[in-house]
């Protein structure tokens, strides 16, 4: 199963009805001054954003945790505890701090940038270099504390990717076709999240041990390659017009993190909807692997026997979740669009979410958890998509769209900063996974209804 709706840093912009209504941020680009994206150009895309989803899926369901759980048990630990979970969120929460600042550093970056290949495609192919690099450092890591560096530099990279990607769809499809890109968007993310998670398990299957591990990541780095390959050869953005702006300079980087709440208040409950449904998400879904091995009672990957996995155990639920996030993501929006309508969705999203975490919390067996990540994933599916459209009908303005993306995209950062400290307490201190899905039903159900703040979007 994925990370919370618009896991990675999604976000779109789609036409917005009532920009001159109390509340409402001025579209952030006019749908008459953009040609119709070509059918090759969102293939592209979406191939790209899954190469890039696909670096995190992989190492993050099934390569992360075994591997923390060997380093801990058979390395030094520095600073670090005797607990598998809790070095888990230590270097999940460091993770989760630099994207914090990095996102919309990246997204600003690339809003001043002006080059012959465009002022995206520079950094998010500077971005995947380093992607690729930190991916197999990581997979060899040989301590916890080298694991944790290369795994920094590997979320900066990510986000150096995912910033001005997600920035290129305000900057180049037209209004009336952002739901459906941000559809395929968020069906290449979920595809993703399941090759992902299959390049990993098939590694550790056929590989032992930690050269299964390694082997995930080198894999990953392969498939992000290939992936991302055609999108920057493009010449989509050498092509287009690039308007004079003033150079990046170090007074700019207070701006970089900040929006005026009174002027635009509608971005500020969009944002705070986000933020709470993204960490239900991260928190019940941090401690799957452990989950399945500690509560459900799974076989753990090192140990020979007879019984499921749990490598295959989260194989499988990615794969039941994948099917039902492919069942919704790209006809909610669309639907949405139809009837005029967001917070209903994002209503009704949360509330599958908080169904789910409580089939987890109080019948932890492997067929319940299958249907948990069914309803988890249809929920997904209609998050995703609609809440793109939602978000991106507040974004201030169209000059600043990948610092204002990446300002949002912090709802989606900050809780994967604090869904391992959270995560941590839950279990450790407050009653074990029952608490942590119980904290997690109820962030869901303040997020859907934190959405009806939202005036300007119906």
Request: some cysteine; proline content about 5%.
């Amino acid at each position: 199963m994925s990370e919370g709706a618009c896991g990675g840093n999604r976000c779109h912009d789609v036409r917005n009805p009532m920009a001159n209504t109390p509340g409402a941020a001025v579209n952030a680009s006019p749908p008459n001054e953009q040609s119709r994206a070509s059918a090759s150009w969102i293939f592209k895309l979406s191939l790209a954003y899954f190469g890039v989803n696909i670096t995190w899926a992989g190492p993050g369901q099934v390569l992360m945790a075994p591997q923390i759980q060997w380093l801990t048990e058979n390395t030094p630990l520095a600073f670090f505890t005797k607990s598998t979970e809790v070095n888990l969120s230590i270097i999940g929460t460091s993770a989760g701090i630099l994207a914090l600042i990095s996102t919309p550093l990246w997204g600003a970056l690339s809003d001043r940038t002006r080059s012959r290949w465009g002022k995206r495609t520079p950094w998010m192919a500077l971005g995947m270099a380093i992607l690729v690099v930190t991916l197999v450092i990581t997979g060899f890591a040989w301590s916890l504390p080298a694991l944790m560096v290369a795994w920094l530099a590997n979320q900066a990279a990510i986000n150096a990717v995912i910033s001005p990607m997600s920035a290129s769809i305000p900057d180049q499809v037209p209004s009336e076709q952002r739901g459906l890109v941000s559809g395929w968007y968020g069906f290449a993310y979920t595809l993703a999240v399941v090759v992902g998670t299959a390049l990993g398990t098939a590694a550790t299957a056929i590989w032992p041990s930690t050269t299964g591990i390694a082997m995930g990541y080198i894999l990953v780095a392969i498939a992000c390659l290939i992936s991302m390959l055609p999108f920057l050869l493009d010449r989509w953005e050498r092509d287009a017009p690039q308007p004079d702006r003033e150079p990046f300079a170090v007074r700019d980087i207070v701006s970089i993190y900040w929006v005026d709440l009174k002027k635009n208040p509608d971005f500020g409950w969009a944002w705070l909807t986000r933020f709470t449904v993204t960490l239900s998400s991260a928190i019940a879904l941090f401690y799957l692997y452990l989950f399945l091995q500690n509560a459900v009672g799974l076989r753990r990957d090192d140990v020979a026997g007879d019984g499921l996995r749990v490598s295959d155990g989260v194989l499988i639920l990615t794969g039941v979740y994948a099917l039902s996030v492919f069942l919704t993501v790209v006809t909610a929006g669309s639907w949405s669009d139809k009837i005029g309508r967001r917070r209903i969705f994002v209503l009704g999203s949360a509330m599958l979410y908080v169904v789910a975490s409580l089939m987890m919390a109080f019948a932890p067996t492997f067929s319940v958890v299958v249907v948990a990540a069914v309803v988890l994933g249809l929920g997904t599916g209609i998050f995703t998509s609609v809440d793109f459209a939602l978000v991106s009908e507040v974004l201030p303005s169209a000059e600043d769209n990948g610092k204002d993306i990446g300002i949002i995209n912090l709802a989606i950062g900050l809780p994967n900063v604090l869904a391992p400290v959270i995560a941590a307490y839950a279990v450790t201190q407050l009653g074990g996974y029952t608490s942590l899905y119980l904290v997690s039903a109820v962030l869901a159900a303040v997020g859907g209804v934190l959405v009806y703040r939202v005036r300007s979007v119906p």
